[in-house]
């Protein structure tokens, strides 16, 4: 790299975007990388702390930041995501669509120890809306060693993709609540409405909504009614805890062919039941979904939605941060 005095730098191009900074006002690029240096810039370039600008002189195997950042870009990309044109030597992923964000956590650990290399995300199995920033990535020095981007692109091919967003289905949903206090009409049904509201958030078709008892058979009838209808998800709700009466973890546990989890590392939520009758996912929902705005349900809700299959280690691997409220 030659170092020239920002006087001496007319009629050069620049080799990186500059970055001016006004706290409260301005932060972001005001010249491109390779704009060429005119007389008018030179008290611009002065005022952001250029004094010398730098020609690059890159060798064989060695990046731009820009390049680097383009093919990171391209090995850790997916489906429904678009990459934007590099600023300040960033490149970031933006989700063409509302979907469930899913990131290859061990690829990405990887990644970002390689060293000079950072690629940022946010959180796996977060919503996301159509044109939302996903992730971001960037080579740490101006000019990086094309070795260390050979490596990054190797780790993700072999966790292929590291970054993707999952559309959501259009999933038949039956709705089946146990209790004997709603079954006889002595209070009003609180379920319904609440479980509709979140299903109101994604594009589910609800099948409909059977108020059964507290009678296992029951319970069991009104599960299976659905699924001869080709339900794709069940939930049922209430009944999940420790009385007697609670017959809905047995009702469900018995027409199981997995059951994932009965009791969540999460609170509030934490009695919940997740199980598959053959691949179809069946919920049980405790008391808690319709007092509290946010509970282990919501947690689970989109990935089910967008038809991805969670297991008994992450849920385990909830209980970290799983103290929600
Ligand atoms: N000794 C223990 N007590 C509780 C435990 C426990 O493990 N040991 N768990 C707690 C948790 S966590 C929850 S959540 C609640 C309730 O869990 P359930 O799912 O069993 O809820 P229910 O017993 O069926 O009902 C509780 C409450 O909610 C009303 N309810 C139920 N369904 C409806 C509906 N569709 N519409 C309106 N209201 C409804 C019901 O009438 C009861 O008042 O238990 C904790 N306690
Ligand atoms: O299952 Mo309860 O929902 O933790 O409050």
């Known amino acids: 790299m030659r170092e020239i005095h920002v006087r001496d730098a007319v009629g050069l191009r620049l080799a990186h975007d500059l970055t001016r900074i006004v706290?409260?006002?301005?932060?972001?690029?005001?010249?491109?990388k390779g704009h060429l240096i005119r007389e008018e810039d030179i008290p611009t370039l002065l005022d952001i702390g250029k004094e010398h600008i730098y020609v690059l002189e890159l060798q064989p195997g060695q990046l731009h930041e820009e390049d680097a950042a383009i093919r990171l870009a391209g090995a850790v990309m997916g489906s429904h995501l678009t990459a934007t044109?590099?600023?300040?030597?960033?490149?970031?992923?933006?989700?063409?669509?509302?979907?469930?964000?899913?990131?290859?956590?061990?690829?990405?650990l990887m990644l970002n120890s390689i060293g000079d290399l950072l690629v940022v995300t946010?959180?796996?199995?977060?919503?996301?809306?159509p044109g939302d920033a996903v992730a971001a990535m960037k080579a740490v020095p101006l000019i990086i060693s094309e070795q260390k981007v050979v490596q990054a692109e190797t780790i993700a091919r072999m966790s292929a993709p590291v970054i993707s967003v999952l559309p959501f289905r259009?999933?038949?949903?039956?709705?089946?609540?146990?209790?004997?206090?709603?079954?006889?009409?002595?209070i009003e049904d609180k379920f319904g409405p609440r479980?509709?509201?979140k299903l109101s958030l994604y594009q589910a078709d609800v099948l409909g909504h059977k108020i059964v008892g507290d009678k296992k058979e029951d319970i069991q009838a009104a599960i299976r009614e659905f699924l001869d209808q080709g339900a794709e998800v069940v939930l049922c709700t209430g009944g999940m805890s420790v009385d007697p009466d609670d017959r809905t973890p047995g009702a469900i546990r018995e027409l199981a062919t997995e059951v994932v989890a009965y009791g969540m590392p999460i609170f509030p939520g934490s009695m919940m039941m997740l199980a598959?009758?053959?691949?179809?996912?069946?919920?049980?929902?405790?008391?808690?979904?319709i007092y509290e705005e946010v509970t282990a349900f919501d947690l689970f809700l989109p990935r089910i939605l967008a038809g991805d299959k969670v297991s008994g280690q992450e849920i385990a691997e909830l209980a970290h941060g799983g103290l929600l409220k």
């Open 23 to 32: 706290p409260g006002e301005f932060k972001g690029r005001i010249f491109r």
């Open 85 to 108: 044109e590099p600023s300040e030597g960033k490149v970031v992923l933006k989700s063409e669509i509302k979907g469930l964000l899913k990131i290859d956590k061990e690829a990405l």
């Open 122 to 129: 946010k959180k796996s199995d977060s919503v996301v809306q």
């Open 170 to 186: 259009t999933m038949k949903v039956g709705i089946v609540t146990t209790g004997s206090e709603v079954a006889s009409g002595r």
């Open 195 to 197: 479980v509709r509201e």
């Open 276 to 289: 598959y009758i053959g691949g179809v996912p069946v919920f049980g929902l405790p008391g808690a979904v």
